[in-house]
């Protein structure tokens, strides 16, 4: 059963920046899951389509979706851990999820909600899939 590591916490509390940092560091490989749907959205694939949809009607991706995303692209007989960040964000997410893979560590940041508006708002808005998260045209 492959390993995971979970990165939870707001929007702005430094869940990417942790997860990049135990990549470079310690070569745990890191999942994005605002950019696997950001990737999904914008492949134009029925799960794409399906995402979209709910996100459009303010509504929450179905958690069967959710694993979808994550199941492509972890790596089946992966030799060290992942890191995924932002999911799973409920009960029903994370019932499936640990079912399905080894979590090792949950990490939740919290930040001041004053830092995490002042990051917000420093960020753009993607042009291609209009979610707020560009930085430095990034």
């Known amino acids: 059963m492959e390993k995971l590591i979970i990165i939870l916490g707001n929007t702005c509390t430094g869940k990417s ?6 990549e470079s560091q310690y070569g745990i ?15 134009k694939s029925k799960l794409g389509v399906r995402l979209i949809s709910k996100i459009d009607k303010n509504m ?3 958690p069967v979706d959710g694993l979808a995303l994550i199941s492509k692209s972890i790596p089946s007989k992966c030799q060290v851990a992942n890191s ?8 029903e997410e994370y019932t499936p999820l640990a079912l399905m ?7 939740h940041l919290q930040t001041e909600e004053q830092i995490m508006r ?6 753009g ?7 707020p998260g560009i ?3 990034k």
């Open 17 to 22: 920046l942790l997860g990049k940092k135990l």
């Open 29 to 43: 490989p890191y999942i994005s899951f605002g950019d696997l749907k950001r990737n999904e959205i914008k492949s």
């Open 60 to 62: 929450p991706i179905d």
């Open 84 to 91: 995924i960040s932002g999911y799973p964000i409920s009960e």
């Open 101 to 107: 893979y080894n979590i090792v560590l949950g990490i």
């Open 118 to 123: 002042e990051r917000f708002f420093h960020r």
């Open 125 to 131: 808005i993607c042009p291609v899939c209009n979610f």
């Open 135 to 137: 930085l430095n045209d």
